[in-house]
T-cell receptor, first 113, second 112 residues
């Protein structure tokens, strides 16, 4: 079965650079979630989209923005990168419902030097 | 404050043995509780979802229990295998939007 696809899988950037992470949800899933997981930490919810509209906002820095496109894929744009942004960034997708399961992608490992 | 706390933080067991992981939560309002398994460097994989009306739910060798009165859940792993070595995370959605609040996880290591 198709899973959530994230690209790139690994990314190395320098401080103050920008990065764009992409997420392709499971076909027919209408909701996308972004999470940030620092080394040894729990995943932290950043932002989610339902039907291309922002549905919830978590601890996403102002330097980050995201959107969901007409084909339901989502992009997380990160500007003015800081060392502390080094983390695993997970995208999850689901089909909106009362108990929908969020299916996580493999993650993008971002390293800021 | 909405919180999800897990114990123990880490656990080492021998292959074939059983173990039980604990989760206490204070998230309100409560709709459901999920257990995820996360291998190092990989995305979490859902094991079970339980609503407040469910007491027990099984998924193969994994059995989750939920006591909505005491706000406690447990995940019991039977006849552990080496591949069970991973972090097990208790997750509760926060609010109607299903933002997931993750517990600290229990890092399980199964040794031969």
């Amino acid at each position: 079965a198709a899973g959530v696809i994230q690209s790139p899988r690994h990314l190395i950037k320098e401080k103050r650079e920008t990065a764009t992470l992409k997420c392709y949800p499971i076909p027919r899933h209408d909701t996308v979630y972004w999470y940030q997981q620092g080394p040894g930490q729990d995943p932290q919810f950043l932002i989610s989209f339902y039907e291309k509209m922002q549905s919830d906002k978590g601890s996403i820095p102002d330097r980050f923005s995201a959107q969901q496109f007409s084909d339901y894929h989502s992009e997380l744009n990160m500007s003015s990168l800081e060392l502390g942004d080094s983390a695993l960034y997970f995208c999850a997708s689901s089909l909106r419902g009362i108990q929908e399961t969020q299916y996580f992608g493999p993650g993008t490992r971002l390293l800021v030097l | 404050k909405n919180q999800v706390e897990q114990s123990p933080q880490s656990l080492i067991i021998l292959e074939g043995k059983n173990c039980t992981l604990q989760c206490n939560y204070t998230v309100s309002p409560f709709s459901n509780l999920r257990w995820y398994k996360q291998d190092t460097g990989r995305g979490p994989v859902s094991l079970t979802i339980m609503t407040f009306s469910e007491n027990t739910k099984s998924n193969g060798r994994y059995t989750a229990t939920l006591d909505a009165d005491t706000k406690q859940s447990s995940l019991h792993i039977t006849a552990s295998q080496l591949s069970d070595s991973a972090s097990y995370i208790c997750v509760v959605p926060l609010g109607a939007g299903n933002m997931l609040t993750f517990g600290g996880g229990t890092r399980l290591m199964v040794k031969p």
